[in-house]
T-cell receptor, first 113, second 115 residues
Framework: ELKVEQNPLFLSMQEGKNYTIYCNYS?????LYWYRQDPGKSLESLFV?????AVKQEGRLMASLDTKARLSTLHITAAVHDLSATYFC?????????????FGKGTHLIIQP | GAVVSQHPSWVICKSGTSVKIECRSL??????MFWYRQFPKQSLMLMAT?????????EQGVEKDKFLINHASLTLSTLTVTSAHPEDSSFYIC???????????FGPGTRLLVL
């Protein structure tokens, strides 16, 4: 059974600081996704990581994937208040994305002025 | 990016009634759609995989007779919660797989409250 663990589950940080969210998973996979969820809303796709060593950046967020370590990271640089949300990583096992995703528990991120 | 819609966005119903939720991919065809459920302050849990033209595949512990799924076209999947009870109250979110990007795009969700 695939297990996906995120840490931390809750993070409060100040604007301007850097931090990293970690996502570990238990079964070999090279398909990892990061999503953002705002309160009461659905999920917004942030990154799709499909190979070992993949690194993607969008604004102040950067995601990477190490399939050998079964680890993905989401790095936040110089955080701003607008990044406050819950961030989920999710893993898929089948090639081509033919299966449903297994989600981590989410990291509730609060960025304070 | 790809757009997935859901209808209704929220529904309140009495215990024992059935509720149908629609999930549509608006600008791409989706041979596979997925239904998830999210309880308050929890993560998403996959309920079932909806395949166009064939039977849905349900995850362990999900009652197929209670959660009826129909995927009649390449852009529409429906989830019917039959004989709903208060414990079925949840946030139901569908996603559709876009083959060109290998990404699942999520609908806006349907909040169900069963009284």
């Amino acid at each position: 059974e695939l297990k996906v663990e995120q840490n931390p589950l809750f993070l409060s940080m100040q604007e301007g600081k850097n931090y990293t969210i970690y996502c570990n998973y238990s079964t070999t996979s090279d398909r990892l996704y990061w999503y953002r969820q705002d309160p009461g809303k659905s999920l917004e796709s942030l990154f799709v990581l499909l190979s070992n060593g993949a690194v993607k950046q969008e604004g102040r967020l950067m995601a990477s994937l190490d399939t050998k370590a079964r680890l993905s990271t989401l790095h936040i640089t110089a955080a701003v208040h607008d990044l406050s949300a819950t961030y989920f990583c999710a893993v898929g096992l089948k090639l081509g994305g033919a299966d449903g995703l297994t989600f981590g528990k989410g990291t509730h991120l609060i960025i304070q002025p | 990016g790809a757009v997935v819609s859901q209808h209704p966005s929220w529904v309140i119903c009495k215990s024992g009634t059935s509720v149908k939720i629609e999930c549509r991919s608006l600008d791409f065809q989706a041979t596979t759609m997925f239904w998830y459920r999210q309880f308050p302050k929890q993560s998403l849990m996959l309920m079932a995989t909806s395949n166009e033209g064939s039977k849905a595949t349900y995850e362990q512990g999900v009652e197929k007779d209670k959660f009826l799924i129909n995927h009649a076209s390449l852009t529409l999947s429906t989830l019917t919660v039959t004989s709903a009870h208060p414990e079925d109250s949840s946030f139901y979110i569908c996603s559709a797989r876009d083959l060109s990007t290998e990404t699942q795009y999520f609908g806006p969700g349907t909040r169900l409250l069963v009284l």
